[in-house]
């Protein structure tokens, strides 16, 4: 819901002047799946790991190493976020597909990026976003319309999310992460 230049989520407001820097693209915004949104979220997410990695080809280490907005995370946290995260996302889709309606484990990603590995070189978590993404892709092709409207529970937000929604908002964190890592 739009009040003035304060956007209201579920759960969290943004000030689009001040928040910028951390949603550069903006915040998500649920948007209708249809057939074109799920090819364009697909195609996104089958080139994400090649973007990344065409993007980090031109980084130092101290670039990899300063955070994209002050008090967030560093480039090459970032990078190691999103392993972790569409790592979650992916065993989600595969969990909604096989069971009704599972209930997923939510994680403390804040608590993840404390993790020594998100220090380290970004070259695993690199061929990690390769290969699943790859695997994701595959199954993404291959769900059928009634499969995108299988569901999983989510406990924190004590919500079901189907995985037409939750495609759609994957295209938007893969273009939200690219985009701290490019700037």
């Not at 998500?28 to 994400?48: D, L």
């Not at 993007?55 to 008090?71: D, I, K, M, Q």
């Not at 569901?151 to 985009?179: D, I, V």
């Amino acid at each position: 819901m739009k009040i003035g230049k304060v956007y209201k989520q579920k759960y969290k407001t943004f000030n689009m002047s001040t928040d910028k820097l951390r949603y550069p693209i903006g915040v998500h915004v649920v948007k209708p799946f249809t057939p074109e949104s799920k090819k364009e979220a697909i195609q996104t997410i089958a080139a994400f790991p090649k973007e990344v990695r065409k993007t980090c080809a031109s980084l130092s280490e101290e670039e990899l190493n300063r955070p994209y907005r002050p008090g967030g995370w560093t480039k090459r946290q970032v990078v190691h976020h999103c392993a972790d995260s569409h790592m979650n996302a992916y065993i989600r889709f595969k969990w909604a597909l096989t069971e009704d309606t599972p209930t997923i484990k939510a994680y403390n990603e804040k608590a993840w990026a404390e993790q020594p590995d998100y220090q380290s070189f970004i070259g695993p978590s690199m061929q990690l976003l390769d290969a699943l993404h790859e695997r994701w892709t595959l199954v993404l092709r291959n769900m059928t319309d009634d499969d995108f409207q299988r569901s999983y529970y989510h406990p924190e937000r004590n919500a079901e999310t189907n995985l037409g929604e939750n495609l759609l908002h994957y295209q938007w964190h893969c273009k939200h992460h690219l985009a701290h890592i490019q700037s």
